[in-house]
């Protein structure tokens, strides 16, 4: 039985060349709304016609804004219209004419292609993402723009990354550690402290993903080294949401680290961590990175339940598992959704199998199935194959249980 996670580390982490960004920590949407209105406002008195260049820039801080609103009101439609208004703003602000408001386009639109294509299954979406930051470095070059080109390289990163979680793609991965790699060059922590810590939380995510594909600790522990790095700077009073991500990233791999070595330490480590980013990251102001957290603390509790003798740790998983429910939508989240749900049917499974009856066992196998109807519809078939097995196993032994609670009556019965 195997205990899974899409959404392991953290997908929070991309960057705009705008200041609308600094609406990511807003704790409503007002402000974004606010903008939206703005730049439509500065959109009809900009004539589009003899100032190309200034419309675009507005078309540009629109889709910034749309984005954001998007991201926070887990909205489809506002992304999808990110990306059409980046692409319209394409249209003036070309190459040609202004090669570097063309790159910062590119760039944001590989921003808003990443967002909407985290909420999707598959990859396309992505894929387009990584075209975007390709067209984008094309003028964003480490000699003429470096901040801009290493910054570029990062967002580059941390696609490639999500590409190679989906497909179970090793080379991507790897792309994805020399992109971050690169950016590294430019962004020191001397130079550009809060983009070096950026980086290195983005380095991390593809060191580890590669890593739990590779079954190899020291890609692992390297990970761990680099998020260490990113909070020597990201601080709680002065980067919450920041400092919250790189703590729950963090837990993953000390999660991970701890099953491969058999580490109690380093899974009571990976709870601290994971309870750490839970006091900033909260229901009411990211609900989906609160919601992510709990899945990933319910994942090292069952690690840690699974090696103990009774069945108050997988209680606790059970319960992370159900609070990250309440927030994951089957419609709108479906891969996020069926993986908790695989999840829950594990933690369920192994308390079933320590305890008489099959009530446990039957909550399980309805977990699963809950499970399977979205990673067919996904075509998810790494996560299927998973979930099947771990439904038919637990299908089998309540069959198996059955057989021996009727064979019991029936002894019963015969003695009489």
Known sequence: METTSLNRFST???????????????TGTARLQGLVATYREALRRVDRAKRPVEWAMAQNGLGNAL?????????P??????????????????????PLDWAMIQNNLGVALRTLGLRESGTERIEEAVAAYHEALKEYRADRVPLDWAMTQSNLGAALRNIGDRLDNSDRLQEAVSACRQALKVRTRERAPAEWAMTQN??????????????EPILLSTAADAYRRALQVYRRDRNPLDWAMTHNNLGNVLSALGEDKSDD????????AYREALKEYRREIVPLDWAM?????????????????GTARLEEA??????ALQEYDSEKMPLDWAMTQNNLGSALQRIGERQDGIGRLEEAAAAYNDALSS??????????????ENRDHVVALIRRRRDRASAGEEMAVGGR
Not at 12 to 26: F, K, M, Y
Not at 265 to 272: I, R
Not at 293 to 309: C, D, K, Q, Y
Not at 318 to 323: D, F, I, K, N, P
């Open 12 to 26: 929070t982490l991309t960057e705009l060349t705008t200041p609308a960004r600094a609406g990511a920590v807003d």
């Open 67 to 75: 984005r954001l609103l998007g991201e926070r009101d887990r909205d």
């Open 77 to 98: 439609a506002r992304l999808e219209e990110a990306v059409a208004t980046f692409r319209e703003a394409l249209t003036e602000a070309r190459r040609d004419r202004a």
């Open 202 to 215: 983005n380095l991390g995510n593809a060191l580890a993903s590669l890593g739990e594909r590779s079954r």
């Open 265 to 272: 330490t380093m899974l009571a480590q990976a709870l601290l």
């Open 293 to 309: 957290t709990h899945n990933n603390l319910g994942n090292a509790l069952s690690r840690i339940g699974e090696r103990e003798i």
């Open 318 to 323: 059970v319960a992370e598992y159900r609070l």
């Open 375 to 388: 990673f067919i519809a996904a075509n998810a078939i790494r996560y299927l194959q998973i979930c099947w």
